[in-house]
């Protein structure tokens, strides 16, 4: 009972670490974060989070690995119940708009990145995305085949919509600040799954249909 108890525990612990981790490693950057801040976000000691995880690039790689691998699981568990190509590019369109909703943070962390040209980024991530794209890549090669789709670089498709839900996402502020001129022309949703979701990958289908719809 009492070990039960105290393995529930530390996995709170470490969730409240890893959250609080992205919050920080999104403001500051990896260089910038600081551990003892990182602590005091999560409610914890330092002690705790070297405990629980180990350094600060475990901690780093333990933060960005568990929503991108968890984005990878999602993806191929909910691929295998959907027969159609077409449904399948859409719902991984759909799973990164969720995971992007539920981890808000988690985009800036990710163009922070992309900018500094990726030199942090964990091998772990670089293995959720390579997996990420091979998924995707048999969904076109499945859509090809059925004669469906039309031949795309599956990584250059991966960048359009991780691209067009990461940056819809974190440019909410800026949106907020151009809708105040010009709100007939910018779609005011804070949301990216739901409507905005279903009109990216509506957008994307068309861009790789044999026969777009309207």
Known sequence: MGGSRDKGKGQTTIRHILQAAVDVFSESGFEGARMDVIASHAGVNKASIYYHIGDKMA?????MHRISGQT?????????????????LAMLVHTFAETVDANPRMGPM??????????????????????????????????????VFRRVPPFMLYMMIIGSVVLYKTSSPVRRRVAGEYGALVDGQEAVSGTVAQEIARLILNAVSIHPRA
């Open 59 to 63: 901690l780093y790689t333990a933060a």
């Open 72 to 88: 990878y699981k999602n993806i191929a568990v909910r691929a295998r119940g959907l027969a159609s190509p077409e449904k399948r």
């Open 110 to 147: 990710m163009l922070r990145e992309v900018a500094g040209g990726g030199q942090r980024l964990p091998g772990e991530v670089i293995e959720d995305i390579a997996g990420i794209v091979g998924l995707l890549a048999q969904i076109l090669e499945d859509g090809y085949k059925a004669g």
